[in-house]
């Protein structure tokens, strides 16, 4: 049985961590010892991923959007009823390639930021500036406690 010391890098650890060098060194063990000291150099960066183009749903308009579809909806008829599963999956591929060419007419894209955040919109950040403002109001009173300002900067905070 052999101990987890002995084995520090695991299977699944293998295919990411690039080992550059690995010796062992036999002149750096001490003499009362039959252990080799083993010197390892590995690769630690990560890969870089590059962000792929997606699609930015907020920027949609969804209105337009709704027309678009419908006219594409209507152009292509369907079936009143569905006399059998041939029937039914040509109806959902004949939807599924409208929906399709609606989204990639009026579907923007965008490159996003590694860093950027997926769930952060613009009214989060019109209520953070707001909510800035407002601890800079109650900061400038903070001599008043009974001031007016420091309910609404806590309302304001709490909002956000």
């Not at 997606?54 to 152009?75: G, M, P, S, Y």
């Not at 996003?112 to 613009?122: E, L």
């Not at 403002?133 to 008043?144: E, G, I, N, T």
């Amino acid at each position: 049985m052999s101990r987890t010391s002995e084995q520090p890098l695991r299977q699944r650890d293998k295919d990411t961590i690039h080992t550059i060098q690995c010796n062992a060194h036999p002149h750096l063990a001490p003499g009362t010892t039959d252990h080799f000291a083993i010197i390892s150099v590995i690769d630690l960066l990560p890969p870089t991923v590059e962000p792929e183009d997606r699609r930015n749903w907020r920027a949609t308009d969804w209105e337009e959007f709704n027309k678009i579809l419908e006219t594409e909806l209507e152009a292509d008829p369907m079936v009143a009823g569905y006399a059998s599963e041939a029937e039914v999956l040509a109806g959902l591929t004949r939807l599924d390639s409208a929906i399709n060419r609606c989204v990639e007419k009026l579907v923007p894209l965008c490159k996003p930021c590694s860093h950027s955040k997926r769930w952060w919109t613009k009214e989060l950040t019109v209520q953070m500036k707001e909510r800035n403002a407002h601890a800079l109001k109650s900061f400038r009173k903070r001599d008043l406690p009974f001031h007016p300002i420091h309910e609404e900067y806590r309302r304001v905070r709490n909002n956000f």
